[in-house]
């Protein structure tokens, strides 16, 4: 009797897994389908390559486009070399107990998740405001920069902690100075799980939005700003005020699945990259 | 490959500064969401006759550019609104660029074709909340309103609800643009807007207040009850580009630019 | 000799200055935030913003009351919890129980890439999707609800919870599972009562972090929710989170003004709520003891 009960339980729960699972997927499926739908058909080498015409109704996003890789090189530039050493100083150089390594461990998990528009506030205020530098490229760039700073981190210092010890062990046992251990060894090792962390980064500074709200985005420029002074186009901003703003719905709405469609690709591009690194290092692992 | 990518688009961006040769102006406008059609066109005008001037327009509502005018992020606030003190304290002043009217806009299924001031200021003050109170169908009345940045909630507020606190039930939308979107999905819905909007808008209809449409003449004339200025504000007397830039759309060419895009020139 | 000792000790002095520089960047935007907003409470009492529940901060005398912000955003949150928490555990417990090893792997890579879609996109899908399905489902006067905005945020947060509580549970140690088939517990048992429980710090740090994320949310529930800063009534009320407020407002906020204050202080808050999270999170992670 009891096992009849077991059974059947067993089976609802199961079933109730895979259901829960389906629909999970479908619902982001049908999300990804419906935009891909509406917007693959506007998608054109003309639409990726010129800039929006006639009050944003025709043309393409090319700037938006511009703008976004823009944003986030720089924001990649600031933050990947300054997390990774500061997550080689934590794991190599320093001792583990360490009221330093505390202080940067707190650091770190405490910014991590704070909400995007902090950061959109505090760069706003300090960058553009405070320091004067406007609303500019640089402005949104440092802005975006300190938000992926966390997660370049913390996925380093996991990457690098990963690098079994003797490799290290063995690499001074042949003569080899802390650097040369460093910069030939453990670095090379851990090199995909840092490079999934930077794409992480970068992932997220393409598609966010409150960072760069009030620190450097604007809805139209003429032409690519000349300097890092000057604001930028950006695409998940593109999207938003297209969506939310255009007084004529039906005339933009092509773009606007377009556009969404293309910082979709982008941004799932990236993740795809990322989470294949990640897979294929973790099965050729030997350690 | 990455690096060199990164390499040339640093050296790029970093080689130039800010520009502040005699040969190259450029200048950046904010604010209000009502005037930006007249700005941003005007900035094509004026850059298709100067390819040399860069004017960036941008939107976010006259408090916005306001802000950013003071704070010195940009060259010229456009404004819906006329100055407060505290803010003529710090050195703005404005300049009239055009005329306009706050239209009370419904979905264009809506049978209501008029109301009162009164009813309206009733209606958003959330007294009234079902359109069979003034002639329409058995619907909840959805009210819609600007955000707290917009020049034309300053101008509704003073000029239909007397200052006193429209609903808080009502949902906020933070543009122009964004208001007749609403507006034209919703049935139940009434909002306003800057009367530029209703040329391009589909799907909302203007009401007439106190029996009077809201057109051109009748913001001339000043029998529409919510008429106001549109403004381009400076920190102080305008100079370079902005000088004229202001100039040329407060121009005969300019004030074309005002009518094309459905608003009232000055008079 | 002395070069590599000169290489040893630069190593470390390259390194140390842009850890530092890290984490004074980290402490200083914590203190920026602080000291913008902190003023705040010169101005008005922290009475007064804490249990104020009108929030009219361009009014004349302005009122700066963060109750029905907070609630606007504990309900969006609690309604986003309540959709993806079941989907996310029952979806997690696929993953690493009953699937095949090969469907396995390609739904984690596909949930993770997932993780990655952009906010502004699952609010514009929000936008044109979602709220005239509520409007219509339910007979609503307005699809802009808290309840559409829920929705949004599950869907958002949704690979998180999957992904997270599937690595909780696929750590618990083999030896759990074995012996509880050994003494005769269908699987579906031996899920329930031994691995769950054993992966629950895990699957909690999950929850949590999934909750930081739909509680910090900006662009997803602002094009959905309405912005409405009243005190929600039912999940069919518009509502105002505190992230949604500080990005529509943050534009006019003058340097230094009260206003400005006042959305440092919702900063500050939401800054504080995402510290205890995170710092509960990684108890809770810390704490599995195999």
Excluded at chain 3, 7 to 12: A, W
Aim: proline share 5%; aromatic share 8%; with cysteine.
């Amino acid at each position: 009797m009891k096992m009849v009960k077991a059974k059947t339980c067993e089976r609802l729960g199961f079933w109730a897994a895979r259901v829960a699972i389906l629909i999970s997927l479908s619902i982001t499926g049908y999300m990804l389908f419906y935009i891909i739908s509406k917007g693959a058909s506007i998608i054109s080498w003309d639409f990726l390559t010129k800039p929006p015409t006639s009050g944003m109704t025709a043309g393409g996003i090319f700037p938006a486009i511009v703008g976004t890789l823009l944003l986030v090189t720089l924001a990649i530039v600031i933050s990947l070399p300054l997390g990774l050493a500061s997550a080689i100083y934590l794991v190599e150089y320093s001792s583990k107990e360490s009221r330093f390594v505390r202080l940067v461990e707190l650091a770190v998990y405490s910014l991590n998740g704070v909400p995007s528009i902090v950061f959109g506030l505090f760069g706003m205020a300090f960058f553009v405001k405070f320091l004067g530098f406007g609303t500019s490229l640089l402005s949104a760039s440092l802005t975006l920069s300190l938000m992926i700073l966390p997660t370049i981190v913390a996925t380093s210092v996991e990457a690098l902690k990963s690098v079994p010890d003797h490799f290290r062990e063995a690499s001074l046992a042949l003569g080899a100075t802390k650097g040369q251990t460093i910069v030939r060894v453990v670095l090379p090792a851990a090199f995909p799980g840092i490079i999934t962390g930077a794409m992480l980064g970068v992932g997220r500074a393409a598609g966010e939005t409150a960072p760069i709200l009030f620190t450097g985005a604007v809805f139209y420029m003429r032409g690519l700003p000349t300097s890092i002074f000057d604001p930028v186009m950006a695409l998940p901003f593109h999207l938003f005020v297209l969506a939310t703003e255009h007084p004529n719905i039906s005339k933009v709405e092509p773009i606007q699945y377009g556009t969404a469609l293309v910082l979709l690709i982008l941004v799932l591009l990236i993740s795809l990259i990322a989470a294949v690194i990640r897979y294929r290092y973790r099965r050729k692992r030997k350690w | 490959m990455a690096v060199l990518l990164v390499v040339m688009t640093s050296a790029i961006l970093l080689s130039r500064t800010p520009t502040t040769t005699s040969t190259a102006r450029s200048i950046k406008v904010k604010g209000s969401t009502t005037v930006l059609p007249i700005a941003q066109a005007a900035a094509e005008a004026w850059m298709e006759a100067h390819p040399r001037d860069s004017i960036i327009v941008e939107g976010g509502g006259s408090g916005v550019g306001i802000a950013a005018l003071i704070d010195g992020t940009c060259d010229i606030a456009n404004s819906s609104r006329t100055l407060k003190e505290e803010e003529k304290q710090k050195g703005l002043i404005s300049h009239e660029i055009a005329l306009d009217a706050v239209c009370v806009v419904v979905h264009q299924s809506n049978p209501v074709g008029e109301l009162t001031l009164e009813q309206v200021r009733r209606i958003f003050k959330g007294e009234i909340t079902n359109w069979s109170e003034v002639g329409g169908p058995n619907l909840e009345i959805v009210v819609y309103t600007r955000e707290s940045t917009s020049g034309t909630y300053e101008t509704f507020e003073s000029k239909v609800m007397a200052r006193e606190n429209i609903t808080l039930r009502a949902l906020t939308k933070s543009s122009n643009g964004e208001m007749v979107q609403a507006i034209s999905g919703n049935p139940n819905g009434i909002g306003y807007v800057g009367i530029g909007y209703l040329a391009q808008a589909r799907g909302v209809k203007a009401l007439k207040i106190n029996g009077v449409t809201p057109t051109p003449e009748t913001v001339r004339n000043g029998t529409y009850p919510i008429s106001r200025f549109l403004y381009m504000i400076t920190k102080g007397q305008p100079e370079g580009l902005a000088k004229d830039f202001i100039d040329f759309v407060r121009s005969p060419e300019g004030q074309k630019i005002v009518e094309e895009q459905g608003f009232v020139r000055l008079p | 000799m002395k070069e590599k000792i000169r290489l040893k000790l630069s190593g470390k002095i390259l390194t140390f200055p842009p850890a530092s520089v890290s984490i004074l960047a980290v402490f200083f935007i914590f203190i920026f935030v602080f000291s913008q907003g902190l003023p705040l409470f010169s101005k008005i009492s922290p009475f007064n913003f804490f249990f104020n529940s009108t929030w009219r901060p361009t009014a004349t005398p302005p009122s700066f009351g963060i109750v029905p912000l907070f609630l606007g955003s504990l309900l969006v949150t609690s309604l986003a919890l309540l959709i993806s928490v079941p989907l996310g555990l029952l979806g997690a417990i696929y993953i690493a129980e009953i699937a095949n090893p090969k469907i396995k792997e390609q739904i984690k890579l596909t949930v993770e890439v997932l993780s990655g879609i952009p906010s502004v996109v699952y609010g514009f899908f929000g936008l044109r999707v979602l709220v005239p399905l509520v409007q219509k489902t339910f007979g609503l006067p307005t699809g802009e609800t808290a309840l559409t905005g829920g929705i949004v945020l599950s869907i958002m947060i949704l690979p998180t919870i999957l992904s997270l509580s599937e690595e909780a549970i696929s750590s618990v140690p083999v030896e759990y599972k074995e012996a509880s088939l050994a003494i005769g517990a269908t699987k579906w048992r031996t899920i329930r009562s031994v691995t769950i429980p054993a992966a629950a710090s895990g699957i909690t740090a999950a929850i949590i972090l999934g909750l930081g994320r739909a509680f910090g949310e900006t662009i997803a529930v602002m094009m959905v929710t309405g912005g409405a800063p009243i005190i929600p009534t039912s999940i069919f009320s518009p509502v105002r989170t505190m992230t949604q407020t500080i990005a529509a407002e943050m534009g006019e906020a003058v340097f230094g003004s009260t206003h400005y204050n006042a959305l440092f202080a919702l900063g500050i808050v939401l800054f504080t709520v995402n510290l205890i999270l995170n710092l509960l999170a990684i108890r809770l992670i810390k704490k599995k003891k195999w």
